[in-house]
């Protein structure tokens, strides 16, 4: 009985999840010790609707190929280490359920686009996190306010940077971003939704030293408003529309 077979034979008022179903995801695998080119390999594994494509992974590799690598931590979406292309679109891995996807065919997985591709689904994240690091990410409050007095900071003061706080550092964005595919020198948009959480931050002193690191040839003027950033995001980030804030930032010159 075909995968497409068995979900269309389920009882109407059954529950989903408590019926297993075989689905086939292709993996797209490469040892650096042993193979030349990446290549995709099959598996099928037994699925519940409600589990996630990170529990096929693990399924995978505790039942059919320890070799399989991935990286995970959480398991629910807050450390951002599992972002993957799932059928050609970049998501975490924890948070992709099996009941969201078109099981009649097969899935396809792979590792995230642009960045140095190490082993399977890994890739090397140290472009990534440096270009993070070039936009000082953390608060330099300079000589306010008096010692001893706290950081006042008004609801909407706080309201102007509340989105880009939520991000979790992920690379889904950045890894969707085409300008930086082309050369991965393009800052990328994980690096300025970072950024935009200080340069907009009351407290913060240092607003015009990150504005002008972004005015550089590979800061936020590469953005052509492709949009698959925000679309990739998983956090629900608003990041094209913090990228537009940045730069009426640099065309206002100030924060
Ligand atoms: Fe991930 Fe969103 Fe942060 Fe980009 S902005 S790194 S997609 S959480
Ligand atoms: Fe890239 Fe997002 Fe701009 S995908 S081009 S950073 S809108
Ligand atoms: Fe932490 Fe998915 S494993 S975000």
Redesign the pocket.
Known sequence: MTTATIAADRPGNADPSVIPFTVTFIIRRFDPDTDTEPRWQDFDVEMYATDRVLDALHKIKWEQDGSLTFRRSCAHGICGSDAMRINGRNRLACKTLIKDLDISKPIYVEAIKGLPLEKDLIVDMDPFFASFREVQPFLIPGSKPEPGKERVQSVAERARFDDTTKCILCAA?TS?????WTDGQYFG?AAIVNAHRFIFDSRDDASQVRLDILNDKEGVWR????????DACPRGIQ??QA?AEVKQALMRGHA
């Open positions: 964005c969707s971003c085409p300008v930086f948009p953005c052509r408003t492709t949009f698959n950033c925000t990041v094209t990228i």
